[in-house]
């Protein structure tokens, strides 16, 4: 029998005022997250927060009838929740005075059995840790991806220009939402990473694939990832939520 682990770890970083990362794990529906919050001192954490409180709520209600995450409306399902949330933080945002460019990224985990769906919006990432091997599962939604898309820059190019950290996809935009999702199998071993941008800005993919790889505590990988992004300037604020798939040893309580 397989069971899911997870550990998560939040910092303010080296540069900013305050934290307005938020992280997530509800276990029992199989549902982990990183929001990172935008929209100046106060709106960005609001945000952030609203995302984690809101989200679960509406995927619990959506997808009540889902008994498995390959059914082919599974991934419609939570695709139309994050859409919703979308519509509902930005309608908010625009009757609320000071709450100008309210907005969040998101990225989320929702695990049934031997499946997952990932879905995102923005520039919060997730990896697939699989027998060694690091895999980037989600693909930014920024100007500087659609650049590089279009070859118009190079990945040399992307740490410096100027629209890095420009969004073109976050919860709460204007116009229609358009999240991400994919559907994958799960194996013994897999490690899934959700990260924030003050995590990716930071570190390369083998620093990450590295911190994965050594520490076998999912609590001392978060702790190694975030010390090692702070290290190395702690530009912005970090967030890390680790889910590992293994086996259920014998005798085991858990």
């Excluded at 990172?36 to 945000?47: N, Q, R, V």
């Excluded at 009540?64 to 919703?84: H, N």
């Excluded at 919860?171 to 924030?196: F, I, K, Y």
Aim: glycine share 10%; with cysteine; net charge negative.
């Amino acid at each position: 029998m397989t069971i899911i682990r997870h550990a998560g770890l939040t910092d303010q970083g080296r540069v900013r005022g305050e934290n307005q990362d938020r992280w997530f794990a509800e276990p029992e529906q199989g549902l982990y997250m990183v929001a990172d919050g935008m929209g100046g001192t106060f709106g960005g954490g609001l945000a952030a927060q609203v995302v984690v409180e809101t989200l679960p709520r509406l995927l619990r209600k959506r997808m009540r009838d889902v008994g498995r995450l390959d059914q082919p409306k599974a991934k419609d399902l939570l695709l139309q929740a994050l859409a919703e949330l979308s519509d509902r933080l930005r309608d908010e945002a625009r009757h609320e005075f000071g709450l100008g460019g309210l907005g969040s990224t998101v990225v989320l985990l929702s695990i049934r059995d031997q499946h997952a769906i990932v879905a995102h919006m923005g520039d919060s990432r997730a990896y697939l840790l699989r027998q060694a091997k690091l895999e980037q599962l989600t693909r930014d939604h920024t100007i500087v991806q659609v650049l590089l898309d279009c070859e118009e820059i190079t990945s040399a190019e992307t740490a410096d220009h100027p629209a890095r950290g420009q969004l073109t996809r976050f919860v709460g935009m204007n116009g229609e939402a358009l999240p991400e999702a994919r559907l994958m199998e799960l194996a013994l071993g897999d490690r899934l990473l959700l990260c924030s941008d003050g995590l990716t800005g930071m570190l390369s993919d083998e620093r990450i694939r590295l911190a994965l790889v050594e520490e076998s505590s999912l609590e001392n990988a978060c702790h190694r990832l975030v010390a090692e992004a702070n290290e190395a300037g702690g530009n912005d604020n970090i967030s890390a939520v680790i889910v590992t798939v293994s086996r259920r040893l014998a005798g085991s309580r858990e």
